[in-house]
T-cell receptor, first 113, second 115 residues
Framework: DAGVIQSPRHEVTEMGQEVTLRCKPISGHDYLFWYRQTMMRGLELLIYFNNNVPIDDSGMPEDRFSAKMPNASFSTLKIQPSEPRDSAVYFC???????????FGPGTRLLVL | DAKTTQPPSMDCAEGRAANLPCNHSTISGNEYVYWYRQIHSQGPQYIIHGLKNNETNEMASLIITEDRKSSTLILPHATLRDTAVYYCIVRPSLLTQGGSEKLVFGKGTKLTVNP
């Protein structure tokens, strides 16, 4: 099992540019989570999906952020336009009904200049 | 907001047991105690969870007090690779009414295992 796959692993962009982060969950998992981690705020849940449907997006900071899950094996988190305060590590995690655990990917380190 | 309180940092000698405490005095009857850890530059990793009975797996043991207001994660023989931030989280079980998939992470305990 390859685990949760995220791409890119590192992203450096300039303020105002669009950023797209990608996630491939573990095969067979029906839950997908997007988290953001910063020194100031720690690890925060942004949004999560169940069976490709967004369940709770209350953690999404503002309209510049959007997330989609077009199918069970792929999700994107988009920031448009990006700002320096969006610099963080973004983690994707997946899980399955009946299990109490979430499996995290290696994260995408985003730096917005 | 996180419902747990953990010491910000702890040290442990390699080969010795590491005992990480967690206070969760407002825990509800249907809430489990979960432990995750995050090794530097990696995503969080599940360790163990429990309701009221002590639990043990290949990674660690979880001791929950009888009143469930606190717990201790035990790494029986800590190694240098156990150096990480350890998060204690309380959350309703998915198998109970009101169960939630959401994990709310606090600041955790930075455990440093010294040679």
């Amino acid at each position: 099992d390859a685990g949760v796959i995220q791409s890119p692993r590192h992203e450096v962009t300039e303020m105002g540019q669009e950023v797209t982060l990608r996630c491939k969950p573990i095969s067979g998992h029906d839950y997908l989570f997007w988290y953001r981690q910063t020194m100031m705020r720690g690890l925060e849940l942004l949004i999560y999906f169940n069976n490709n449907v967004p369940i709770d997006d209350s953690g999404m900071p503002e309209d510049r952020f959007s997330a989609k899950m077009p199918n069970a094996s792929f999700s994107t988190l988009k920031i448009q336009p990006s700002e320096p305060r969006d610099s963080a590590v973004y983690f994707c995690a997946s899980g399955t009904s009946g299990q109490e655990t979430q499996y995290f990917g290696p994260g995408t380190r985003l730096l917005v200049l | 907001d996180a419902k747990t309180t953990q010491p910000p940092s702890m040290d442990c000698a390699e080969g010795r047991a590491a005992n990480l405490p967690c206070n969760h005095s407002t825990i509800s009857g249907n809430e489990y105690v979960y432990w995750y850890r995050q090794i530097h530059s990696q995503g969080p990793q599940y360790i163990i969870h429990g309701l009221k009975n002590n639990e043990t797996n290949e990674m660690a043991s979880l001791i929950i007090t009888e009143d469930r207001k606190s717990s201790t994660l035990i790494l029986p023989h800590a190694t240098l690779r156990d150096t990480a931030v350890y998060y204690c989280i309380v959350r309703p079980s998915l198998l109970t009414q009101g169960g939630s998939e959401k994990l709310v992470f606090g600041k955790g305990t930075k455990l440093t295992v010294n040679p």
